[in-house]
């Protein structure tokens, strides 16, 4: 890797060489196979157990090996999350897509000890506008996020670009979004989770820089409604205080030379 100049001293997020980058994007294209799978299965009448499985056997057959799979106990390969669901949601047998649900689903994969982790927001068939706006909206953040990852920028500049990008889709479509409380981005590489945490607000100039190399996870979640969450008790699923609907959108994303690389688009 290229150490950035003036950063020698300065604390910077954890960088990778280019090889290890190049590991990081045959996991990510893993999940973005399984992502890509799981959406065009996911019809009226499947449960979200049967889009777990189908993302595991993408996985596997791949050569990988799903990253949230016993994680801290998780027992899946996706997270599921539908409508007033924002993140973390158990697929189950029991749960079955119906026509115009909003489904978020979060997926990681490794692959020689490096982890990819991606999330998309989709509709069970057609969307009601506002639903549309929504993911629509979160997706915008997310890109602007990555845009924002440049070597010599800081962690909260990302953070700023997504705050400001879900201000602007607010106008464009004409409605308020709530930026999810609590949850966020992430450094990545031989872990899943790693520092530092990266909120999806914020001012900006803050944090660590990102060199050459720096590779975050950004995942903006918005909501219909309220910022506020709470956690069922399955000690796991989050869901909104207000039943409101969620989604959310993630790629892994390195800052090179070059500039931001999605290493999560299996491309």
Not at 166 to 193: K, L, N, Q, S
Request: hydrophobic share 45%; with cysteine.
């Amino acid at each position: 890797m290229i150490a950035l100049p003036g950063l020698c001293n300065r604390k910077v997020v954890a960088q990778r060489s280019a090889g290890e980058l190049d590991a990081m994007a045959a996991a990510g294209s893993l999940v973005a196979a399984a992502l890509r799978a799981v959406q065009a299965a996911a019809v009226p009448g499947v449960s979200t157990r049967e889009l777990d499985e189908i993302a595991e056997s993408v996985i596997r057959g791949g050569g990988g090996v799903p990253s949230f799979l016993g994680y801290h106990g998780f027992p899946a390969t996706i997270c599921s999350s539908v409508n007033d669901r924002v993140v973390h949601g158990i697929p189950s047998t029991a749960e079955v897509l119906a026509a115009g649900d909003l489904v978020s689903i979060d997926c990681g994969a490794i692959i020689d000890g490096w982890h990819g982790d991606a999330a998309v927001t989709f509709g069970v068939g057609a969307l009601i506008p506002v639903d549309e706006a929504l993911s629509a909206a979160t997706k915008e953040s997310l890109e602007a996020g990555i845009a924002a990852m440049v070597p010599g920028n800081r962690l909260t500049d990302v953070s700023h670009a997504i705050e400001q990008a879900t201000h602007a889709a607010e106008v464009r479509y004409d409605r308020a979004f709530g930026i999810v409380e609590g949850y966020g981005g992430h450094g990545i590489g031989r872990r899943m989770h790693m520092d530092p945490f990266l909120p999806n607000e914020g001012a900006a100039g803050r944090g660590p820089f990102l060199g050459v190399g720096s590779v975050l996870a950004i995942e903006p979640m918005l909501t219909l409604g309220t910022t506020k969450t709470t956690v069922l008790d399955d000690q796991w699923t989050v869901v909104t205080a207000d039943g409101s609907r969620a989604a959310h959108w993630e790629h892994t994303v390195a800052a090179t030379d070059d500039g931001p690389r999605i290493l999560t688009t299996g491309t």
